[in-house]
């Protein structure tokens, strides 16, 4: 079942939640949470003013069905999102976990957001009013970089959206966001500058784009979640892995888009994924005693012992019988 929304009735829906408004932190009146509104689900989400024109919200909840919000246009600030559980999608962008929408300012066009129920959302979104970006991005006179102009346009135009993959410095922010340890005004400097942390490592990312000497997320919403059920294929079928080309037909994508896609979504070749979790199931043998090195090494396929001592080191820093239990 489809519940579909206005977008100013989606967040009347929070208004008239108000009552459950209170402060995350009782020393910190700018970090406030409210109950996610019953009639569509339950969770919360957490607002944090960090300094004028710089906002964090982080959202947890899991919906009772699938939502249909209906957007007018809108005018918002610099925004970028990061999904680490649930998906929604647009009529141009589908987000699932592991991925980010960068958003300049600007207007972005009336349509509809559709989000599933089948997952519990958590996501990490930032407001940056462009004068804010402007101070921390540009020069003395807060000009931008040209390459950087498109980020930044007036409400008569639509504004600039990009989707693609967080890296793991990315993830490693996110995650001192999601577990900060402070509280008070020294947890919004601290959040404060993780927010700013990501910027820029979205601005770079977004500058080695513009200069062509990174790739763009180019796969459609489909491709990719057959990419991602071609790695499940692989954790499933460990011991006796399909080929590249057995592979590709599983999931119904021809080889060459399935090497390429599955490089730009995992960062590493089918291959290179397929090599990282047979050595894990090594180390993991040989953690618990299960098989010996020999034993372990002819499971992998190595013909001698050696040459597994070898590459096991070289991914571990550790011989085989090192790291088994004595």
């Known amino acids: 079942m489809t519940i579909s929304i206005s977008y100013q009735a989606y967040w009347e829906l929070f208004r008239e939640v108000d009552e459950t408004r209170q402060n995350f932190d009782l020393a910190d009146k700018f970090d ?42 809108l005018l918002h600030p610099l925004q970028y999102s990061f999904l680490l559980s649930g998906s929604w999608s647009n009529e141009d962008t589908t987000l699932i976990p592991g991925h980010y929408s960068l958003c300049g300012s600007g207007t972005f066009p009336q349509g509809s957001c559709q989000l599933s129920n089948e997952q519990r959302f958590l996501e990490i979104n930032v407001h940056i009013n462009p004068e804010t970006f402007r101070t921390f991005a540009g020069d003395e006179s807060g000009e931008l970089p040209q390459k950087l102009h498109h980020l930044i346009k007036k409400p008569i135009y639509d504004c600039y959206t990009r989707t693609s993959i967080k890296t793991p410095a990315m993830q490693a922010v996110l995650h001192q966001i999601l577990n900060c340890p402070y509280q008070g005004a020294v947890k919004r400097m601290y959040l404060e500058g993780k927010t700013l942390e990501l910027m820029a490592l979205l601005t770079e990312q977004e500058l080695e784009v513009r200069n062509g000497s990174k790739e763009n997320l180019s796969l459609k919403p489909d491709q990719i979640k057959r990419i991602h059920h071609a790695k499940e294929i692989l954790q499933a079928k460990l011991d006796n892995p399909p080929s590249l080309m057995e592979l590709s037909r599983l999931v119904g994508l021809n080889d060459c888009t399935l090497k390429q896609g599955f490089k730009l979504v995992f960062r590493t070749t089918v291959f290179g994924y397929l090599y990282n979790l047979r050595m894990e199931q090594a180390r993991l043998l040989l953690q618990e005693n299960r098989m010996n090195v020999s034993e372990v090494a002819n499971l992998l396929g190595y013909t001698n012992s050696r040459s597994f001592a070898t590459a096991f080191k070289r991914k571990f820093g550790i011989s085989p019988s090192d790291c088994r239990q004595k």
Do not use: C, H, M, T
């Not at 982080?58 to 246009?73: G, T």
């Open 32 to 73: 406030v949470i409210w109950k996610y509104p019953q009639e569509l689900g339950e969770g919360y989400r957490r607002a944090i003013k960090l300094q004028e024109g710089l906002n964090l919200a982080i959202s947890e909840y899991q919906l009772r069905d699938n939502l249909l919000v209906q957007l007018p246009d």
